[in-house]
């Protein structure tokens, strides 16, 4: 039986997975640059070990409000396309083996700006996963297109 | 042979250099038929890569560097002249040995080239009649059989029994075989020292027979230089892997930054020691850093080198003659730039032999030298690298660019007399542009120029032409020294810190508010830069951020794209240098920002892009008014740009062709000649007419200690305009103006919202000097 480990995360409640892989590592940090002019889901850019990383604010991609940026915010970063991104979430939750029986396309009743970036839909007891689309979670564009 | 695979590659590495040098000796070669060194040079050189190929079994490369030495050798012995078709012949062989060494490091095998057909007109040519009126014969006409007669056969030698690699002997001759042959020693002489060194005499063979006085300093001086290896710089330099060099450049890019973060630390603790030891950290770390950036300069020669082979063959195909002249070779780049230079300076020279340089005839009609010349220049030039190349061929014709912009609907048609020379000009960098009327295998397929400026924009560069009908054209590549690391001010604005680089920008000037303040032109803030209006770029406003005040703040005057503007920032913290660090793909098409980097407390700062700052900016029209042409207009159609000045409660345009200077004179400075008022500029009386007076605009007079005015000189001579305010420059389309009966004024039209008044400016000179326009008028000459 097929199983994916997925690294979870949440998002104004809600439980969001991305298949480990995709993940650099996770971190938190509490300085950002802003970048005026950006896509408004750019939350700012930091200082990973000298390199120059752009924070993708999941909130903002999930049609939800900024976050703050004031104080310490989780940061998923991702592999990416030979550049890291990370992701700014509210709060880091388990790695989980998922078993793909689990699995089950996202409800039809989910819509809005959140049913773009999700690929399905994780059963765990207890509470639903959403799996991300990463490249879809990453695109700054896509909100203000 | 397994063990042999560094050999190879060490000797591939080798003879690519020695090619190069070859393919640039015989192009000299050409030039000066009768220099035994260069002949010398190339023959050695060929006769090191035969000698390795033997030893390393490249047989048929051995063969064909054997084919080649044995024609050199002819020349060198003076049996047959150096012609064209030699060199030819020669550079084919060359090329011949190239494909072989490339098939060897690609393939690992050189099976795979045909050498016969170059050795059978390599033979050719050493048949040849040696008046060489005639052009060489073709490989199809030569003999297909060796000739035997030649002096050196080629025959067919098997691996096996191939001969054994020359010694080294006539690389590097034995001294006493020099002194013997220079007529400098006896052979006795010699072989008694020899023997005397065999017997343990531990004196140099020269020195024995020196002191025995069997033979002369000065000629064992000259066998000695004789015998001084030709690439003394193998010695004192040694091959470096790149990635390397890559590697500790980075690190100590890591290295700058940590220094500074570390600077700042001990600068908040303040305690001596630590500063001492911090302050001596920071000037080795400048130091290693310099060190590391030097190994990895290289002088432009190395991509230069390739050209006069490049310029050679392409005017023999093209039937032109050209020179080529190189200035500023030993001009250092970073090599990554060298690297990214090295096709679009190709490209360039190809298309100024191809398209800028005309064939003899055509030069001869137009009383020219016959032989075209390529000029390639290299030259620091404020923390850049320029790099031209310049012909002196017919020019760039503008009309025509013109007319295929506008086909091309790259241009509108009304743009165009409005635009500068230069501008039309730089329309040949757009993609798909090409005026050729024929296309050539050279060049003309429009493919070319747009790519010369994205690889040259790409590494931060810039490119732009300039050209003068029938003189020649000048290609001009500005280039930054290094990538990796910047000079550079951080500023503020509002509570983020960005960073500027330092080589756009000119000067500093700090607003007060008082002597120093920001004005208004309908909106548009301005500053008074020496009596200049400097046009100014709010960053917070640039960057969406809410509009701060007018006081308290910096101008950072900036130069880019040729134009010249004021940056408000709120704060100019230092100057540092920083680490150009990538910015992520998508952030870069904001296009406000050419990069980040990590500033010293460890945060992200952006590196502002000023060239787009300034686009963003609308500073469509060229507010640079440095060079203000001393011509008037000639009255053509089309639009004219204005210098809008109040006067009282008009506005009063002047073409600003006619505008010499603009200038600010202390009010106590005015005097009085006669009934009219002048002041004292530049050695001369300048007399003064106030537009409000000639324009019976009497208002109130404005207050304050200077005066504004306008000043107008043609021939030697000068007067000025006083008005009351400098308000701004605007761009009037002449047709949209309505004629004006009044006195001293051609018409009147719309500017910026507002009706404005066109000065007529020949009759404001007359009045502030009626004798202006006569030729006997020297009464307002002063003695000085």
Redesign the interface.
Known sequence: MASRQFATFEVDGQLFGVEVHTVQEVLSYNEYTPVPLAPPAVGGLFNLRGQVIAAVDLRVQLGLARQALQGPVMNVILRGDGEPVSLLVDKIGEVVDLDDETFEPPPDTLSGPTRELVVGTFKLDGRLMLALDVNQAVDTYRATN | MEDLGEIVGEFLMESHENLDQIDRDLVSLEQEPDSRDLISRIFRAIHTIKGTSGFLAFSRLEKLAHAGESLLSRLRDGVQPVTPETITVLLLCIDGVRSLLSSIEEKGTEDEVDVESMIVRIKAQMDAPTDAAAPAAPAAAAPAAPAEEAPVSVEEAPAATRPAPEPIAEQRQPIGQILVDAGAAQPTDVTSALQQQIEGDERKLGTILLEEGKTQPAAVNEALQSQAPKRSIADSAIRVDVDLLDTLMNMVG?LV?ARNQLVRGVMEIGDSGLVRSAQRLGMITSELQEGIMKTRMQPIEHIWSKLPRVVRDLSNSLGKQVQLVMEGKETELDRSLLEAVKDPLTHLVRNAVDHGIEDPERRIAAGKNPEGTLTLRAYHEGGHVAVEVADDGAGLNVERIAQKAVENGLLRPEQIPNMDKRDIMAMVFQPGFSTAAKVTNVSGRGVGMDVVKTNIENIGGAVSVDSTPGEGTVWRLTIPLTLAIIQALTVDCGD?RYVVPQVAVLELVFVDGKTTKVEYASGAPVYRLRGKLLPLVRLDRA???EVGGDQGVYIMVLQADGRRFGLVVDRVLNTEEVVV???????KD?G??AG???LGD?????ILDVSSLARRSHLAVDSERENVVEKRTSGGGGTERLLVTAVGERRVAIPLDTVTRLEEFPRDRLEHAGSREVVQYRGQILPLVRLSHLLGAYGEEPEGDTVSVVVYSEGGRSVALVVDRIVDIAENSTTARRDADEDGLVGTAVIQQRVTELLDVRRAILAADPNFYSEAGGEMLVEV
Do not use: P
């Open positions: 890591e930054l983020q960057l969406g951020f660090k990538a910015l992520n793909t998508r952030l904001i406000m920002y980040a980097t990590i460890g945060k992200v700062g952006l």
